[in-house]
């Protein structure tokens, strides 16, 4: 997370020096979302093969090398070598994101929630590291700025592949039955209610933080803000992220799942309606903090959601088709962040996060209609059958 909230800070901007063709700033960052996704679903499968534990490791490996490139990228100013650099952080993502399922599958229904929220609150440390780390390392090697930010995160890379080293999951050899183990088709797993709202709510919720923080730095740029005064914004978005992680948990279990998921989407709109009333360090701080909150709570209320719609047998294809579906529009947001901002401008991307943050709204508000209902019927059959026996 330290390293993702660095590129995070970073990449926009150094697409912007390296590409000929400004538009393209926020290329690198999208095609490292679109590798995450590419990434999902191979490593789902790899996961079942070796364990998650082995495929953990060679995802950190992936990331020293993708850092590596990146940093020699930018010595170079050659824009096609920082783009495979990004795709090889975003490749070691794909693996990275089974971390919070890892953690859901491990505990019983009821932690669910709280395993999740425990391990993105790993984040909080990120949001003083990522930020911070670019910052200060910026103009380390000279006429290549944040070259040497991406050569200190490879230290983070390899800390994550000792601590991953010392993980006790044991890998549960497949069963020589594989057509009986594989669970329900997944168009099966799909159909559910509560699988089609993770869906949306993790999609949207998702797209609508990448496309505002993606055009975050360029819109500060332009607005004539200090770098600093970038680093300081994200810094508090990516805490915003993580922070609420301690308690969102705690929360979902107090007040219910889709109250929870329902506060996240109103901070989003809190945060675009912050952003169209001014370009201030303090406008963007206040808006990117509340942003940051609302993907926490509808990221962990998404994956919480997702983790009750399958079995064990289930787990690697369910969580693989959700994160490829996610990703696939996350990284659709991030390229247009860079577009839209160069062309039409800051105001224009905010308007267009609305419909995004409305449909989390309306899908949360279907999902309770139906399981009102649902809980309902059972009562109602069971009068009617009670009726029924009586008159028999």
Not at 77 to 89: K, P
Not at 170 to 195: A, E, V, W
Not at 280 to 296: K, R
Request: hydrophobic share 55%; proline share 3%; glycine share 6%.
């Amino acid at each position: 997370m330290s390293g993702t909230s660095l590129m995070v800070a970073t990449t926009a901007l150094v697409g912007f020096a390296l590409a000929d063709d400004k538009i393209y700033a926020s290329l690198p960052f999208t095609l490292q979302l679109v590798a995450t996704m590419l990434t999902s679903i191979p490593a789902a499968m790899l996961m079942a093969k070796i364990g998650r534990k082995s495929t953990f490791l060679l995802g950190t490996v992936i990331a020293m090398l993708g850092a590596a490139i990146c940093a020699y990228a930018v010595t170079e100013h050659n824009f096609l070598y920082f783009i495979i650099g990004s795709i090889l952080i975003g490749v070691f993502s794909g693996f990275a994101n089974f971390y919070r399922f890892t953690a859901a599958d491990s505990v019983d229904t009821d932690h669910k929630s709280r395993a999740i929220s425990f391990v993105l609150a790993g984040g909080v440390l990120a949001a003083l590291i990522g930020p911070n780390l670019a910052n200060h390392t910026r103009d380390i090697i000279a006429n290549a700025a944040f070259a040497a930010s991406y050569a200190s995160i490879i230290i983070l890379y390899i800390l994550s592949f000792v601590l991953l080293s010392f993980l006790d999951l044991p890998h549960k050899k497949p069963h020589t039955d594989t057509k009986q183990d594989s669970g329900r088709p997944i168009i099966d797993i799909i159909k559910q209610p509560r699988f089609i709202i993770a869906l949306i709510s993790g999609m949207l919720g998702y797209a609508t933080m990448t496309l505002l923080m993606t055009a975050t730095p360029l819109a500060m740029q332009h607005h004539n803000h200090a770098y600093s005064d970038t680093a300081f914004v994200i810094q508090w978005h990516v805490l915003g992220m993580f922070a609420p992680s301690f308690f969102t948990g705690s929360l979902i279990k107090k007040f219910g799942l889709l109250r929870v998921m329902f506060l996240g989407a109103v901070f989003a709109i809190a945060c675009i309606v912050i952003n169209l009333n001014g370009t201030t360090t303090y406008h963007f701080w206040i808006a990117l903090l509340l942003l940051g909150i609302s993907w926490n709570f509808l990221f962990i209320g998404a994956t919480t959601l997702l983790t009750e719609t399958y079995s064990e047998s289930e787990r690697f294809k369910t969580q693989a088709t959700n994160d490829f579906l996610v990703f696939s529009v996350v990284a659709a947001a991030s390229l247009s962040a860079g577009i839209l901002h160069h062309k039409f401008g800051w105001q224009f991307v905010n308007y267009l996060a609305i419909p995004a943050v409305i449909g989390i709204i309306l899908s949360l508000l279907w999902l309770y209609k139906v399981e009102k209902l649902s809980s309902v019927q059972p009562d109602s059959e069971m009068i009617e059958n009670a009726t029924n026996a009586a008159e028999s």
